[in-house]
């Protein structure tokens, strides 16, 4: 490539000039090529440990004039074809020009622009972008595409200087971190160790320390471990490699591409040696964070932050910490953890001004809210920039949400002063809000208004006043009146300032009447239900009357949800249950429905509107538990392996204990996809639900430790799994809240009281207080770097679970051993997973759908088949092979979606690799019909036809597709008749059992060929035995078996006799057309050969008054006897594509070239132009059939053709060898170089 011009002062250190005239040079780096000797080891160690440029450019041109001693490099390449390509455009171009020059200053300043001009020409077509990566940098991804053979594709992250531990010997090199796979490539003194492993084999990445690998990274995968050490900066570098590897998990959990995600804006210059993907994934790395602190959607980015202070009212002081900008929100966290939170949403700013700068507030920044709050920000690094910023985004706003009534009603409520929540009497008299989800439905029943703007707890325990229930009440009455407090002091609504007072109060347990505008608020879901005003609502009109897998189970589950409380026992409940669990499985279709999602809705139902309920869903299954109602619940179970860890690290002792008897998998499941709700009092775990919308996950994994710390002794003592989830069950039963003004509802816990006496009661607050107590040293990014470990060990398990289960599902008599298929599987999955990292011509292929069955989730499509095909197959033809592989294709691919799934491909290699002679020539023979064999390769066929005897079209394979589908229309019609009777289940177990049968089909069932189709099986056959060590053998063979076969077809003619039509052979000279019965191909039915044509005589006469072998002499000019097969052929003669004996007349007719009109043939003793035979003459001869019996039984005379087809071929090296050449696993090695002395 060309490169910019930079001075070289030194041009013939390490390189040796190869050619040279006036104005330039053309070098060869030393070591390179041939030979070399201690130098070249000396110079290619150099390359690698001093990342030289010399490994991707072993050839470079320099610029010199005569007088001068500075060259300038102008150009280098990775081969000398493209380094050779530069010189010569460089010659031709340009030394005619230099010479004119008389000044040499004046030609280098040419030869610099010209060449500066050349770059800035490909870079505007390659990279529109321009400043899209430095050449450094561009340099490293060309070295590791050469060295590691990745496609274009692939782009290269960052890379590292490293030491790979090889046994005890650390090897320095270079570590590449791509998109898909972690590479290594090292070169010693002659030693070359070259390392891929793709991101989605990882099993386990961490960083450790030990006495034997000081600070390293370990990098695990099913088959081996990697250690790398010596890094300039190990933190940065295994972040990168965690998010790398997250991506890929990701993928494999729900096949999300990596740049899915709209790339953030790229900084004005780009750092030297980091990519623009390295930019992106620290971009989208703290956009991850910013959202999971302030809890924001899921679309917003971080576009800044920077340092400042925040003058707090509460407390009088100047707290430091960082204000960070979107496009709708700024928000300011302080440097001490829980000193103060904030979020401003800029919807709500009214007012933003520079205030007067002084000596104790400088550059100070005032933001005023709707609410009448005003922020005062100060010690701003560059204000004018930060409120010009803000004032974009500002005018960026929308004015005013579209039919947001409700919206700006409830923010009114909740961003001013408190306002008394309503009496009984007035919630009965509230009319339907008109924009609310039930008041805008079309039929919207009365009875259903009050769910529209209440909880429904409101609505069943109003009967009851605060006032008339004692000392509860007076304690909720405090409650309310110290949130109240809390309001006035540190404000009320979105803009709240948060701190640790605020949880303190969450842990004295919310008010009822609270609950829901709370939970609202330390959620996020307040955010996202006032930026989406009618959309709830829009959703369940869509999703009215819509059936679907996910509706049936939301169905089945209704009344399973809360069954005890008051709420759900009536249609009420039920309807707005109903219609927040469809509404967001219409939303979000990847998840649906999952078991456990019903509770958690209805609680959330009791505090809030549907509206409300339905927002709450969202953030809790898409923002604060990822991943956890998937199909496969994998957040739950990553969640479940943290706990497992966390049990480890501070329950030591328990943990052995509980391995023993695999509790924690039996239990925590429950515990975290309900947050406790399904195993707990409901007044008791909604609590933890009040603590879960404020601190998250955390709290659900300290009340679990609690737990199990609380009942350590009993568990201990306990003998079987049983035992210790009875143990564990009446615990959670008897915990209580003393403090609860709601009635008690009765707890339907599947383990309940036995006879025995009952465990005390513990209080709720206790629990909590405890779990704050003994294990709030867990913080949120520990937690978040456990997911990480947990999600690589749970998704590996569930991709072997998968594995496993498609395993199973191969018929055995397959063929293939178990550890066979595993292998075929991995690859079969490598190759689906490359169409996710390069595209695929078919975006189905693309697309991994997890909800699918396991047999179903990967499939390739034809391209990738062919690849497969052809380092798999044992037939191998090739440059015949792509189209042999195609016709694989075709006949595997029953349902005709243009993708096949891995039994399908294990069906079609077994029929290569396993059954005995037969079972493999059926293969064979099914590949040379439709529908393997296209209509395009008939007529490629059709072509090539001229070398047999020509006739009329045969219509036997069409008649017999004809019986067989009014067969199959008169077993239809009986089966519907049989419908009309009570339905028999042994019938249907009979119907079963026949169609079991009916896949063990017998050579029978096979229909005839025709000329065609044996003209391409020759072909294939020809191809086959190209790279054979018996392949003379073989081609004679196959020559005879042909000849044979030609004439049982000849002689087969003579008794088809059809009814109803002129026999041909009786009449040859005749002109009439064969009736138009459907040929193969139509554009060849309406051409009989005519009377006089040369090319019908061809093959000498078709009379029967003539020996039908006589039909396959053609004269060639040659020596050979007229029919005689038996007659051996020098290799040059059986080679030769103009030699028509009898044995090289299929060899010639199955010619590796794809069109035979690129040649002239000798037929018949003249030379012929093709021509002139393809539409005249080339009606191929469809009288002419042979049976699978019969080339069986001629193929069983021949004893070489049969040790070729019966001959055991190794699966397992030819999956070797396909993953050597794919680098789908890892794999190193150590080439030791030839060392020549100098």
């Given at each position: 490539?060309?490169?910019?011009?930079?001075?070289?002062?030194?041009?013939?250190?390490?390189?040796?000039?190869?050619r040279?005239?006036?104005?330039f040079?053309?070098?060869?780096?030393?070591?390179h090529?041939?030979g070399?000797?201690l130098?070249?080891?000396?110079?290619g160690?150099?390359?690698?440990?001093?990342?030289?440029?010399a490994?991707?450019?072993?050839?470079?041109?320099l610029?010199?004039?005569?007088d001068?001693?500075?060259?300038?490099?102008?150009?280098?390449?990775?081969?000398r074809?493209e380094?050779?390509e530069?010189?010569?455009?460089?010659e031709n171009?340009?030394?005619?020009?230099?010479?004119?020059?008389?000044n040499?200053?004046d030609?280098?300043?040419?030869?610099?622009?010209?060449?500066?001009g050349?770059?800035?020409?490909?870079?505007?077509n390659?990279?529109?972008?321009g400043?899209e990566?430095?050449?450094?940098?561009?340099e490293a991804?060309?070295?590791?595409?050469?060295?590691?053979?990745?496609?274009?594709?692939?782009?290269l992250?960052?890379?590292?200087?490293?030491?790979?531990w090889?046994?005890?010997?650390?090897?320095?090199?270079?570590?590449?971190?791509?998109?898909n796979?972690?590479?290594?490539?090292?070169?010693l003194l002659?030693k070359?160790?070259?390392?891929?492993?793709q991101?989605?084999?990882?099993?386990r990445?961490?960083?450790n320390a030990?006495?034997?690998?000081p600070?390293s990274?370990?990098?695990d995968?099913?088959d081996?471990?990697?250690?790398?050490?010596?890094?300039?900066?190990?933190g940065?570098?295994?972040?990168?490699?965690e998010q790398?590897a997250?991506?890929?998990?990701?993928?494999?959990?729900?096949?999300?591409?990596?740049l899915?995600?709209?790339?953030?804006?790229?900084?004005?210059?780009?750092?030297?040696?980091?990519?623009?993907?390295?930019?992106?994934?620290?971009?989208?790395?703290?956009?991850?964070c910013?959202?999971?602190?302030?809890?924001?959607?899921?679309?917003?980015?971080?576009?800044?932050?920077?340092?400042c202070?925040?003058?707090?009212?509460?407390?009088?002081?100047?707290?430091?910490?960082?204000?960070?900008?979107?496009?709708n929100?700024?928000?300011?966290?302080?440097?001490?953890?829980?000193?103060?939170?904030l979020?401003?949403?800029l919807?709500?700013?009214t007012?933003?001004?520079?205030?007067?700068?002084?000596?104790?507030?400088?550059?100070?920044?005032?933001?005023s809210?709707?609410s009448k709050?005003?922020?005062l920000?100060?010690?701003?690094k560059?204000?004018?920039?930060?409120?010009?910023?803000?004032?974009?985004?500002?005018q960026?706003?929308?004015?005013?949400?579209?039919?947001?009534?409700?919206a700006?009603?409830?923010?009114?409520i909740?961003d001013?002063?408190?306002?008394?929540?309503?009496t009984?009497?007035?919630?009965?008299?509230?009319?339907?809000?008109?924009?609310?989800?039930?008041?805008g439905?079309?039929g919207g029943r009365?009875?259903?208004?009050?769910?529209?703007?209440q909880?429904?707890?409101?609505?069943?325990?109003?009967?009851?006043?605060?006032?008339?229930?004692?000392?509860?009440?007076?304690?909720?009455?405090?409650k309310?009146?110290?949130?109240?407090?809390h309001?006035?002091?540190?404000g009320?609504g979105?803009?709240?300032?948060?701190?640790a007072?605020?949880?303190e109060?969450v842990?004295?347990?919310i008010?009822?009447s609270?609950r829901?505008?709370l939970?609202?608020?330390?959620?996020?879901?307040?955010?996202?239900?006032?930026?989406?005003?009618g959309?709830?609502?829009?959703?369940?009109?869509?999703?009215?009357?819509?059936?679907?897998?996910?509706?049936?189970?939301?169905?089945?589950?209704?009344?399973?949800?809360?069954?005890?409380?008051?709420?759900?026992?009536?249609?009420l409940g039920?309807?707005a249950l109903?219609?927040?669990?469809t509404?967001?499985?219409f939303?979000?279709?990847?998840?649906g429905?999952?078991?456990?999602?019903?509770?958690?809705?209805?609680?959330?139902l009791?505090?809030?509107?549907?509206?409300?309920?339905?927002?709450?869903?969202?953030?809790?299954c898409?923002?604060?538990l990822p991943?956890?109602?998937n199909?496969?619940?994998?957040?739950?179970?990553?969640?479940?392996g943290?706990?497992?860890?966390?049990?480890?690290?501070f329950?030591?002792q328990?943990?052995?204990?509980?391995q023993?008897l695999?509790?924690i998998?039996?239990?925590?499941?429950?515990?975290?996809?309900?947050?406790?709700?399904?195993?707990?009092?409901?007044?008791s775990?909604v609590?933890?639900?009040?603590c879960?919308?404020?601190?998250?996950?955390?709290?659900?994994?300290?009340?679990?430790l609690a737990?199990?710390?609380?009942?350590?002794?009993?568990?201990?003592?306990?003998?079987?799994?049983?035992?210790?989830m009875t143990?564990l069950?009446?615990?959670?039963?008897?915990?209580?809240?003393?403090?609860?003004v709601?009635?008690?509802i009765?707890?339907?816990?599947a383990?309940?009281?036995?006879?025995?006496?009952?465990?005390?009661?513990?209080?709720i607050?206790d629990?909590l207080?405890?779990s704050y107590e003994?294990?709030?040293?867990?913080?949120?990014?520990?937690?978040?770097?456990?997911?990480?470990?947990?999600?690589?060990?749970?998704?590996q398990?569930?991709?072997?679970?998968?594995?496993r289960s498609?395993?199973?599902?191969i018929?055995?008599d397959?063929?293939?051993s178990?550890?066979?298929?595993?292998?075929?599987?991995m690859v079969f999955?490598a190759k689906?997973?490359?169409?996710?990292?390069?595209?695929?011509?078919?975006p189905?292929?693309?697309?991994?759908?997890?909800?699918?069955?396991?047999?179903?989730?990967?499939?390739?499509?034809?391209?990738?088949?062919?690849e497969?095909?052809?380092?798999?197959?044992?037939?191998?033809?090739?440059?015949?092979?792509p189209?042999?592989?195609?016709?694989?294709?075709?006949?595997?691919?029953?349902n005709?979606d243009?993708?096949?799934?891995?039994?399908?491909?294990?069906?079609?290699m077994?029929?290569?690799?396993?059954?005995?002679l037969?079972?493999?020539l059926?293969?064979?023979?099914?590949l040379?019909?439709?529908?393997?064999?296209s209509?395009e390769e008939a007529e490629?066929?059709?072509?090539?036809?001229?070398y047999f005897t020509?006739?009329?079209?045969?219509?036997?394979?069409l008649?017999?597709?004809?019986?067989?589908?009014?067969?199959?229309d008169?077993?239809?019609?009986?089966?519907?008749?049989?419908?009309t009777?009570?339905?028999?289940y042994?019938?249907?177990?009979?119907?079963?059992?026949?169609?079991k049968e009916?896949?063990?089909?017998?050579?029978?069932?096979?229909?005839?060929?025709?000329?065609?189709?044996f003209?391409?099986?020759?072909k294939?056959?020809?191809?086959m035995f190209?790279e054979?060590?018996?392949?003379?053998?073989?081609?004679?063979?196959?020559a005879?078996?042909?000849?044979?076969?030609?004439r049982i077809?000849?002689?087969?003619k003579?008794f088809?006799?059809?009814?109803?039509?002129?026999?041909r052979?009786?009449?040859?000279?005749?002109?009439?057309?064969?009736?138009p019965?459907?040929?193969?191909?139509?554009?060849?039915?309406?051409q009989?050969?005519?009377a006089?044509d040369?090319?019908?005589?061809?093959?000498g006469?078709?009379?029967?008054?003539?020996?039908?072998?006589?039909s396959?002499?053609?004269?060639?000019g040659g020596?050979?006897?007229?029919?005689?097969p038996?007659q051996?052929l020098?290799d040059?003669?059986?080679?030769?594509?103009?030699?028509v004996?009898?044995?090289?007349?299929?060899?010639?007719?199955?010619l590796?070239c794809?069109?035979?009109?690129?040649d002239?043939?000798?037929?018949g003793?003249e030379?012929?132009?093709?021509?002139?035979t393809?539409?005249?003459?080339?009606a191929?001869?469809t009288?002419?059939?042979i049976s699978?019996?019969?080339?069986?039984?001629?193929?069983?005379?021949?004893?070489?053709?049969?040790?070729?087809?019966?001959?055991?071929?190794?699966?397992?090296?030819?999956?070797?060898?396909?993953?050597?050449?794919?680098?789908?696993?890892?794999?190193?090695s150590?080439?030791?170089?030839?060392?020549?002395?100098?």
């Amino acid at each position: 490539m060309w490169l910019g011009p930079e001075e070289v002062l030194v041009a013939n250190a390490l390189w040796v000039t190869e050619r040279a005239n006036p104005f330039f040079v053309l070098q060869r780096r030393r070591g390179h090529g041939k030979g070399g000797g201690l130098t070249g080891l000396l110079v290619g160690t150099l390359d690698v440990v001093l990342d030289s440029s010399a490994r991707v450019a072993p050839y470079r041109i320099l610029h010199q004039t005569q007088d001068s001693q500075v060259y300038w490099t102008v150009a280098c390449g990775s081969s000398r074809k493209e380094i050779t390509e530069h010189w010569e455009w460089l010659e031709n171009n340009l030394l005619q020009t230099l010479s004119i020059f008389d000044n040499e200053e004046d030609i280098t300043t040419f030869v610099k622009g010209k060449i500066h001009g050349i770059i800035a020409e490909e870079n505007k077509n390659v990279q529109p972008q321009g400043d899209e990566d430095p050449g450094k940098f561009k340099e490293a991804e060309l070295k590791m595409r050469k060295q590691f053979g990745m496609p274009e594709g692939e782009k290269l992250v960052n890379y590292y200087s490293c030491s790979y531990w090889k046994g005890r010997v650390p090897r320095q090199g270079w570590l590449y971190l791509t998109v898909n796979h972690l590479c290594f490539y090292s070169f010693l003194l002659g030693k070359e160790v070259s390392l891929v492993v793709q991101w989605v084999d990882v099993t386990r990445l961490e960083k450790n320390a030990t006495l034997l690998f000081p600070e390293s990274i370990r990098v695990d995968t099913r088959d081996q471990e990697l250690f790398f050490s010596m890094f300039l900066n190990i933190g940065e570098t295994f972040k990168l490699m965690e998010q790398l590897a997250n991506l890929a998990v990701r993928q494999l959990l729900d096949s999300e591409g990596f740049l899915e995600e709209r790339p953030p804006p790229r900084p004005p210059r780009p750092h030297r040696n980091i990519s623009a993907l390295k930019r992106d994934l620290d971009a989208r790395a703290k956009n991850e964070c910013y959202r999971a602190t302030f809890r924001l959607p899921r679309d917003e980015r971080l576009d800044g932050h920077t340092s400042c202070t925040l003058w707090t009212p509460f407390n009088k002081l100047h707290i430091p910490g960082q204000m960070f900008i979107s496009s709708n929100y700024i928000c300011f966290a302080s440097k001490e953890e829980d000193a103060c939170h904030l979020i401003i949403p800029l919807r709500e700013v009214t007012i933003v001004e520079k205030a007067d700068c002084s000596s104790v507030l400088p550059s100070p920044l005032s933001i005023s809210t709707k609410s009448k709050m005003t922020f005062l920000f100060a010690n701003l690094k560059d204000r004018e920039f930060l409120v010009e910023r803000i004032s974009d985004f500002l005018q960026k706003m929308p004015s005013k949400p579209s039919g947001g009534g409700r919206a700006e009603r409830k923010a009114s409520i909740m961003d001013s002063a408190p306002e008394p929540s309503p009496t009984p009497q007035e919630l009965s008299e509230q009319p339907a809000s008109p924009t609310s989800a039930l008041g805008g439905l079309p039929g919207g029943r009365a009875q259903e208004a009050p769910t529209a703007s209440q909880g429904l707890l409101r609505l069943f325990q109003r009967n009851t006043p605060v006032e008339e229930l004692g000392a509860k009440g007076a304690k909720e009455k405090m409650k309310e009146e110290s949130w109240n407090i809390h309001f006035f002091e540190f404000g009320r609504g979105v803009c709240m300032y948060r701190t640790a007072r605020a949880r303190e109060l969450v842990l004295k347990g919310i008010p009822e009447s609270l609950r829901g505008e709370l939970w609202l608020l330390f959620s996020g879901a307040w955010n996202e239900m006032v930026t989406h005003p009618g959309y709830y609502a829009e959703l369940v009109e869509k999703s009215t009357g819509r059936y679907s897998l996910a509706t049936e189970e939301i169905e089945r589950d209704l009344h399973r949800s809360m069954p005890e409380h008051p709420a759900f026992q009536n249609e009420l409940g039920i309807a707005a249950l109903r219609r927040v669990l469809t509404a967001y499985a219409f939303r979000n279709p990847t998840i649906g429905y999952c078991q456990a999602m019903n509770i958690v809705t209805s609680v959330l139902l009791l505090y809030g509107s549907e509206e409300e309920a339905f927002w709450l869903l969202v953030a809790l299954c898409e923002r604060m538990l990822p991943d956890y109602y998937n199909t496969r619940v994998v957040g739950a179970l990553v969640d479940q392996g943290i706990l497992e860890e966390l049990t480890r690290e501070f329950l030591p002792q328990l943990s052995r204990k509980m391995q023993g008897l695999g509790v924690i998998s039996s239990i925590s499941l429950s515990w975290l996809l309900t947050l406790f709700l399904s195993v707990m009092p409901f007044e008791s775990a909604v609590v933890i639900v009040d603590c879960f919308f404020y601190e998250g996950i955390k709290v659900i994994l300290q009340v679990a430790l609690a737990i199990l710390d609380a009942n350590m002794e009993q568990l201990l003592g306990c003998g079987d799994e049983g035992e210790a989830m009875t143990i564990l069950g009446r615990y959670l039963d008897n915990v209580v809240n003393k403090q609860s003004v709601s009635p008690p509802i009765p707890h339907l816990h599947a383990l309940l009281t036995s006879g025995d006496d009952p465990p005390e009661e513990v209080d709720i607050f206790d629990l909590l207080k405890v779990s704050y107590e003994k294990f709030s040293s867990l913080r949120a990014e520990d937690i978040e770097q456990m997911r990480f470990k947990q999600r690589l060990k749970v998704i590996q398990s569930l991709e072997d679970t998968a594995k496993r289960s498609v395993v199973r599902a191969i018929p055995g008599d397959i063929g293939f051993s178990i550890e066979e298929l595993e292998d075929l599987y991995m690859v079969f999955k490598a190759k689906h997973l490359a169409s996710q990292y390069w595209g695929s011509s078919h975006p189905a292929a693309v697309r991994r759908d997890p909800s699918l069955p396991y047999l179903e989730q990967y499939r390739i499509d034809a391209h990738q088949f062919r690849e497969l095909f052809a380092s798999l197959t044992p037939w191998a033809c090739g440059a015949h092979t792509p189209v042999l592989a195609g016709r694989m294709f075709r006949l595997l691919d029953e349902n005709k979606d243009s993708l096949i799934n891995f039994k399908e491909f294990v069906t079609g290699m077994s029929g290569m690799y396993h059954g005995d002679l037969t079972e493999k020539l059926k293969v064979l023979y099914k590949l040379h019909l439709p529908p393997a064999l296209s209509p395009e390769e008939a007529e490629s066929a059709l072509e090539a036809a001229h070398y047999f005897t020509e006739d009329s079209s045969s219509e036997e394979v069409l008649q017999q597709e004809e019986q067989e589908e009014a067969g199959n229309d008169i077993q239809d019609k009986r089966r519907e008749e049989k419908g009309t009777s009570p339905p028999d289940y042994r019938h249907y177990l009979r119907m079963w059992a026949k169609e079991k049968e009916a896949q063990k089909e017998t050579i029978k069932d096979l229909p005839k060929m025709d000329q065609e189709q044996f003209i391409e099986l020759c072909k294939t056959l020809y191809n086959m035995f190209s790279e054979d060590p018996m392949e003379q053998d073989l081609y004679h063979a196959i020559a005879t078996v042909a000849s044979l076969l030609l004439r049982i077809g000849e002689v087969g003619k003579r008794f088809s006799a059809w009814p109803g039509r002129k026999s041909r052979d009786s009449a040859p000279d005749e002109d009439e057309p064969p009736a138009p019965d459907p040929p193969h191909d139509p554009d060849w039915e309406l051409q009989p050969p005519a009377a006089g044509d040369p090319q019908a005589k061809a093959g000498g006469d078709t009379h029967l008054g003539k020996a039908p072998q006589e039909s396959q002499a053609v004269g060639g000019g040659g020596g050979e006897g007229r029919g005689s097969p038996s007659q051996p052929l020098s290799d040059d003669e059986a080679k030769d594509d103009t030699s028509v004996s009898s044995y090289s007349v299929v060899s010639t007719g199955s010619l590796q070239c794809e069109d035979l009109a690129d040649d002239t043939v000798l037929v018949g003793g003249e030379a012929r132009s093709p021509v002139a035979t393809t539409h005249g003459g080339g009606a191929v001869d469809t009288d002419w059939c042979i049976s699978f019996e019969q080339i069986l039984a001629s193929i069983l005379t021949e004893s070489v053709l049969v040790n070729f087809f019966e001959k055991r071929v190794d699966v397992g090296l030819k999956i070797k060898d396909h993953r050597k050449v794919e680098r789908q696993f890892s794999t190193s090695s150590d080439h030791e170089q030839s060392v020549v002395s100098g």
